[in-house]
């Protein structure tokens, strides 16, 4: 069965420093790989996502993230971070065949400090 | 505007009480989703539902039950049935496969 695994469960970070939010999955087909944010008692918004193409792939507030097949992960990254990026990141992945369910990792609470 | 609209956003409930969060789209999208939230264990589905009338149980489907009579709505009842209710509900919907598009949450306290 798929999964998805965030190994860090918690980020700190200073203002204007570069972060990475580490995003593994397990799957023997073809997937589909998303980022989402959550800021306090909201819902989620999508960052960027990975379908096809370029593997580097550019999203929302300046966040990129980097599909790397062999490794089977899709980590997020941001060269400097802003306060306002504090927040639970969420990597989803969704089997390419199937279109039912987005499977999601446990999320990363990512706390920047000015 | 275009979006899901998920209500009430508090709720407070006794033990033994059913209750039902309603959450409404209007993306025109066809696939609607309800997710459960608890701190640490990120989203885990509940049901959701490709087309009107009809729905699919997801990972945690106990003690819950939905509805899809119209495109625009999945409302989704929580039980009596469910040991542990407290939680944030998130519902989402999705055109074709696509990213999940979600509401700003319901969240439900079990007094």
């Known amino acids: 069965a798929q999964s998805v695994t965030q190994l860090d469960s918690q980020v700190p970070v200073f203002e204007e420093a570069p972060v990475e939010l580490r995003c593994n999955y397990s799957s023997s087909v073809s997937v589909y790989l998303f980022w989402y944010v959550q800021y306090p008692n909201q819902g989620l918004q999508l960052l960027l996502k990975y379908l096809s193409g370029s593997t580097l792939v550019k999203g929302i507030n300046g966040f990129e993230a980097e599909f790397n097949k062999s490794q089977t992960s899709f980590h997020l990254r941001k060269p400097s971070v802003h306060i306002s990026d504090t927040a639970e990141y969420f990597c989803a992945v969704r089997l390419s065949y199937n279109t039912d369910k987005l499977i999601f990792g446990t999320g990363t609470r990512l706390q920047v400090f000015p | 505007d275009g979006g899901i609209t998920q209500s009430p956003k508090y709720l407070f409930r006794k033990e033994g009480q059913n209750v039902t969060l309603s959450c409404e789209q209007n993306?025109?999208?066809?696939?609607m989703y309800w997710y459960r939230q608890d701190p640490g264990q990120g989203l885990r589905l509940i049901y959701y539902s490709q087309i009107v009338n009809d729905f699919q149980k997801g990972d945690i489907a106990e003690g819950y039950s939905v509805s899809r009579e119209k495109k625009e709505s999945f409302p989704l009842t929580v039980t009596s049935a469910q040991k542990n209710p407290t939680a944030f509900y998130l519902c989402a919907s999705s055109l074709g496969g696509g990213e999940l598009f979600f509401g700003e949450g319901s969240r439900l306290t079990v007094l």
């Open positions: 993306l025109n999208h066809d696939a």
